[in-house]
């Protein structure tokens, strides 16, 4: 098909809001659908047929490929070329509709379909947002087939559409604690995520780190602290594909993750130097331990790579709204190119903030607090926290518009539909 007369006009972005809570908003996706002329309908109006849906496309890659082209990668600059063409035969892909709707434009006077056809698709709002990562992505299209009823191909064009995630603010900040058991060091953390502050390349974190009273001094001259000299950290992205297979009756199995389909990489890493004393009440002489781990508060500024996206978290729950395409879709998904598919399959991501908290023992001088002796400390490995990367904005969904523009009727054809006479 040369140039089809068929044309979407649509915005390239598209957002769905969502608050800590799991509860969702969604306006429909507005666009216009441009039937330019040359269309020649001498049959009844009413046999025109415009059909209008959002699909969605995961796409994975197979194992047994990936492990050939790492094989592959390790040879000649030529091998490594026929690797690049290999892999669009190594994806598979998984298709669903999320929404679609039938509008029946009709011909003027002149027996001519040419017009401007606005339409509001709704969006069910807790669906995953467009990703990448580094084993499988999620992307979306619009897909806009037209049929006037009289024998012709349908004309068909196609709009990727790019969908994102914004967290409404109830609350200024995420907290996130973690106890530790009674051998370790380290009691508690308490890491506090301050999502108002965040900029683009930026995530304000501030970790509150309780440890137990160190141990008393050889001399009564003297008194030990522990000390927090630096933290590692590192942004890690857990990537899974997950699939399930309906039952012979109506129910579904649990969807079971598959060990080929887990990946997790590195997104961003750093390393945040300092001097954190914490003050016990063992500094001072004949002071008694009392109740309370002493604790110490440090700010974390943890920076993002922007050259890429990173996606938002995307868990099983954002597939409840996900359809088995009809038969009818098979030349939409020709369109955009969807060839070969695997049913019922699930991506998810997740993100984890990772520190490694450097630790020492230090003793100091009880009149001029001199540095007397210092003792490394085991690191304390792997403190493990959820991290929400995404976008925020301010205000409730009970009060969010949810009232759309009507479609504007002088774009519409001028010539109305034929009535029949009553009798």
């Keep these: 098909m040369a140039s089809s007369r068929l044309k979407l006009k649509t915005p390239s972005q598209y957002h769905i809001i969502h608050d800590p809570k799991g509860e969702t908003y969604a306006q429909p996706i507005s666009?216009?659908?441009?039937?330019?002329?040359?269309?020649?309908?001498?049959?009844?109006?009413?046999?025109?047929?415009?059909?209008?849906?959002?699909?969605?496309?995961?796409?994975?890659?197979?194992?047994?490929?990936?492990?050939?082209r790492n094989l592959l990668a390790r040879f000649t600059r030529w091998k490594s070329e026929k690797q690049n063409s290999l892999r669009n035969s190594d994806l598979v892909r998984s298709y669903s509709v999320i929404e679609e709707l039938t509008l029946q434009p009709f011909a003027n006077s002149r027996g001519q379909l040419h017009?401007?056809?606005?339409?509001?698709?709704?969006?069910?709002?807790?669906i995953p947002g467009t990703s990448m990562t580094d084993i499988g992505g999620i992307s979306y299209y619009l897909v806009a087939t037209l049929n006037t009823g009289n024998g012709t191909d349908a004309e068909i064009t196609h709009q990727q559409i790019k969908i994102?995630?914004?967290?409404?603010?109830?609350?200024?900040s995420l907290q996130h604690i973690r106890n530790y058991p009674a051998l370790n060091l380290i009691t508690k953390i308490i890491l506090t995520q301050d999502i108002d502050s965040a900029t683009h390349s930026k995530i304000p974190v501030s970790a509150k780190v309780f440890v137990?009273?160190?141990?008393?001094?050889?001399?009564?001259?003297?008194?030990?602290?522990?000390?927090?000299?630096g933290i590692r950290w590192r942004i890690e992205e857990l990537t899974k594909v997950f699939s399930h297979s309906p039952n012979e009756g109506t129910s579904y199995q649990p969807c079971q993750p598959i060990a080929s389909r887990c990946s997790t990489s590195v997104i961003s890493k750093g390393?945040?130097?300092?001097?954190?004393?914490?003050?016990?009440?063992?500094?001072?002489?004949?002071s008694s331990l009392r109740h309370a781990d002493p604790s110490v508060d440090i700010s974390l500024e943890i920076s993002l790579n922007r050259e890429f996206d990173i996606p938002s978290a995307v868990d099983l729950r954002c597939y409840d709204a996900f359809s088995t395409p009809t038969s009818n879709l098979s030349a939409s998904l020709k369109e955009i190119e969807v060839l070969t598919t695997k049913d019922n399959m699930m991506i998810t991501i997740e993100h984890w903030l990772k520190l490694d908290i450097l630790?020492?023992?230090?003793?100091?001088?009880?009149?001029?607090?001199?540095?007397?002796?210092?003792?490394?400390?085991?690191t304390?490995?792997?403190?493990?926290?959820?991290?929400?990367?995404?976008?925020?904005?301010?205000?409730?969904?009970?009060?969010?518009?949810?009232?759309?523009?009507?479609?504007?009727?002088?774009?519409?054809?001028?010539?109305?539909?034929?009535?029949?006479?009553?009798?």
């Design 115 to 126: 017009c401007n056809i606005p339409f509001f698709l709704p969006v069910y709002g807790n």
């Design 271 to 286: 390393l945040q130097k300092g001097y954190w004393k914490i003050e016990q009440d063992s500094m001072k002489r004949g």
């Design 359 to 378: 630790m020492s023992e230090d003793t100091f001088c009880l009149d001029k607090h001199k540095l007397v002796d210092r003792r490394p400390l085991q």
């Design 380 to 423: 304390a490995l792997d403190a493990s926290f959820p991290l929400q990367i995404t976008g925020s904005v301010r205000g409730n969904l009970e009060v969010e518009p949810n009232e759309v523009n009507p479609p504007c009727y002088n774009e519409l054809p001028i010539s109305p539909p034929l009535y029949m006479q009553a009798t």
């Design 31 to 68: 666009g216009t659908a441009i039937l330019s002329t040359g269309f020649a309908q001498p049959e009844a109006s009413n046999q025109n047929v415009l059909h209008i849906c959002l699909i969605c496309v995961l796409t994975t890659t197979d194992k047994k490929s990936r492990v050939e």
């Design 212 to 229: 137990r009273p160190a141990r008393p001094a050889d001399r009564p001259i003297e008194y030990r602290c522990v000390v927090v000299r």
């Design 164 to 172: 994102t995630r914004q967290i409404l603010l109830e609350q200024p």
